[in-house]
């Protein structure tokens, strides 16, 4: 779909979940204003919600639309939106939100061929969407925390290429 019908139905999506959030940012290939987009991605840190019965919260909203993949509560669901796009919604706390919303951000070359490749060559390895090292869990608060923790200058989303794409 075209970046800005993209954009257009992110934000939608992004503002009907923002009251059940205390963090939401769109993030993927509309983050990296791409021509042609083939999916929504949205990074969440969601409030406190309940599913089943006494559904709440964010799973009020999230389960009207088919499911895809993964059934709440998890890390990540895929869901089908009404326009029949795609939403990719992760799920991040507070200390791993800058970590999931750089690696969301992508591209997905850029992702594991830089920063993987950053973290793993700086000592660190990921695990339940954080990094380690030595056996301390880092917190990623900011997208920047991460660019910093490995060492390498923060790159705009619009510019993370990486060669081979």
């Known amino acids: 779909m075209e970046y800005h019908y993209a954009l257009e139905l992110a934000e939608k999506y992004k503002a009907m979940l923002a009251p059940h959030c205390e963090r939401i940012e769109i993030a993927g290939s509309i983050r990296r204003m791409k021509v042609e987009c083939r999916d929504i991605e949205l990074v969440a840190i969601p409030k406190p919600y309940e599913i089943g019965l006494f559904a709440s919260g964010i799973a009020t909203v999230v389960n009207q639309w088919q499911k895809v993949k993964g059934e709440l509560p998890c890390y990540y669901t895929q869901r089908l939106l009404p326009e029949g796009i795609k939403l990719d919604l992760f799920f991040a706390e507070p200390g791993n939100f800058g970590f999931q919303y750089a690696i ?16 793993t060559y ?9 990094l380690y090292k030595l056996g301390v869990k880092h917190e990623i608060r900011e997208e920047s925390d991460l660019f910093d923790l490995i060492g390498i200058p923060y790159v705009e989303p619009t510019m993370r290429l990486y060669r081979g794409e």
């Open 104 to 119: 969301r951000t992508g591209s997905a070359e850029y992702s594991h061929n830089v920063l993987g490749f950053g973290w």
């Open 122 to 130: 700086a000592g660190y390895f990921a695990e339940h969407g954080y």
